[in-house]
């Protein structure tokens, strides 16, 4: 009898749980530079492999998924429905980030004197800044009883305008606000695909090209594109057969990233726990938040339109694409994964995974979105700033349309922060604060990105007549 093989979400869940230990291991006695250098580079190989594969086969399966439709309209409608689908879950994610983080309150866990000390920052930095007044009326910099308290505030204000990765973060953020209303259209078109193709962050351009390119298919006559949709489909599925070659190996490269993460961190134990504690609240809240669309909102989903799989069934046929997005912490090296399982275990079909997963990676930023609505009204709790009701709308319109912009690569969140930021009128550098224990935390919102692509793509299926549930249950002769 054949030996039946582990399934490969138990074995990438063993390489992470092995790659923690060892990474810890590593911390405490001192082996981090090894670690670094002869470890964390399988985990740079293994996101690269993903990356490269990425880009083609975004381009490849959506040419062959729009030129297979039978009827062109339907690419029309099933576009608006995808369009539609992905911003109802990104409203929901920032919804529930504000509700999340306005209930629970995590900057109230700051002390009192922490957090006077940050609000005379913030009043400091608004006498600084043209054009920003101080939000909610209140001047804590008149008050005698603080006056010990400003010189200190001031010093600190300055060490923090002087942070050079956030200065780097906001000029690309100024970058994308000096645009004109319309350069959002203008960036979707690719004026050089080769240039588009060689470069990750211009998958927008991609999936304009491969969308143009199969409606031409479409309404050129068989005859003359068959060879041309044979190439397509060809080039296609070679793709797809690197994906499981490259998987194959997923658990080894999972644990050099796990250990990586870590031991790039910091060099003690200490270290590690001090990231978290600091930060510890705000952590938490933001989990709570993430967890909830993991595991209600997108199964409720499922269970209330799809209905034919469980709830079990919906983790266990999406699991090797969520553990991952949690490895890499990045939608786009985990696309050809979510396509796999998309496609072979939930069953849905090739035009709409083709078609709604590269879609979904490039704007669907659900964890994203959640996230700065945390981290916006958390980081104006711990500096006793009262966000009103009309800001926090502002903060889930501009959280919703960054997230579109946001690239599918990690902490690329940290830059549509500022832009939220500064929406409400609040100092851009406070991203410094949750610096530290973002890598943990965008590892958990690449998950809920990922999971939200799958859901929305077996929604979509659905409401097409393509989806094939049976796919999933069968098992592998042994």
Not at 143 to 166: F, M
Not at 396 to 421: D, E, F, K, Q, Y
Request: hydrophobic content about 50%; some cysteine.
């Amino acid at each position: 009898m054949k030996r039946k093989k582990l399934p490969l979400h138990w074995r990438i869940i063993i390489g992470l749980i092995l790659g923690i230990i060892y990474s810890f291991i590593s911390v405490y006695f001192g082996w981090n530079k090894f670690t670094l250098d002869w470890i964390n580079p399988f985990g740079d190989i293994f996101i690269r492999l993903l990356k490269f594969i990425a880009v083609p086969l975004v381009l490849f399966s959506i040419i062959a998924g729009v030129s297979a439709l039978p009827d062109p309209s339907r690419l029309g409608v099933m576009g608006a429905k995808t369009l539609f689908a992905y911003i109802v879950t990104t409203v929901t994610a920032v919804t529930v980030g504000l509700l999340v983080v306005n209930t629970l309150a995590p900057g109230n866990y700051v002390s009192e004197d922490q957090r006077i000390k940050n609000r005379l920052k913030y009043e400091l930095w608004t006498q600084q800044t043209p054009g920003v007044d101080i939000l909610d009326g209140q001047n804590y910099l008149s008050d005698p009883q603080y006056a010990d308290l400003v010189a200190a505030a001031t010093a600190d204000l300055q060490q923090e305008s002087s942070n050079t990765r956030v200065e780097n973060l906001q000029q690309n953020a100024e970058n994308m606000k000096g645009a004109g209303p319309l350069q959002f259209i203008v960036d979707f078109v690719p004026d050089n695909i080769f240039s588009a193709l060689s470069d990750g962050g211009k998958m927008l351009q991609v999936i304009f090209f491969g969308i143009f390119f199969g409606i031409v298919l479409l309404l050129l006559p068989d005859e003359q594109t068959k060879t041309v949709k044979d190439l397509v489909n060809g080039i296609n599925e070679v793709f797809l057969k690197m994906v499981e070659v490259v998987m194959e190996a997923a658990p080894f490269f999972v644990f050099a990233l796990m250990a990586g993460v870590i031991a790039s961190m910091t060099d003690t134990i200490e270290g590690v726990i001090e990231i978290f504690k600091g930060l510890a609240s705000y952590s938490i809240i933001l989990v709570i938040g993430l967890a909830f669309m993991i595991f209600i909102f997108y199964p409720a989903l499922i269970l209330t339109f799809v209905r034919r799989i469980s709830y079990s069934e919906f983790f266990r046929r999406i699991s090797p694409a969520q553990f991952l997005a949690f490895s890499t912490s990045s939608s786009a090296a985990t696309l050809p994964v979510t396509m796999e399982c998309v496609r072979d275990n939930l069953g849905v079909s090739k035009n709409v995974t083709n078609f709604v997963l590269p879609i979904g990676a490039t704007v669907n930023m659900d964890g994203t979105s959640l996230y700065q609505a945390v981290a916006v009204v958390f980081l104006a709790q711990i500096h006793l700033v009262d966000l009103t009701l009309a800001q926090q709308l502002t903060i889930v319109l501009t959280a919703t349309l960054a997230s579109i912009g946001s690239a599918a690569v990690p902490s690329a969140g940290l830059v549509m922060m500022i832009v939220v930021l500064q929406s409400v009128g609040l100092n851009p550098a406070w991203i410094a604060i949750v610096f530290p224990v973002d890598r943990i935390l965008d590892m958990i919102r690449t998950v809920v990105n990922v999971t939200g692509d799958a859901t929305v793509s077996t929604l979509i299926a659905q409401s097409q007549g393509e989806l094939d549930t049976s796919i999933g249950d069968l098992e592998p002769a042994e």
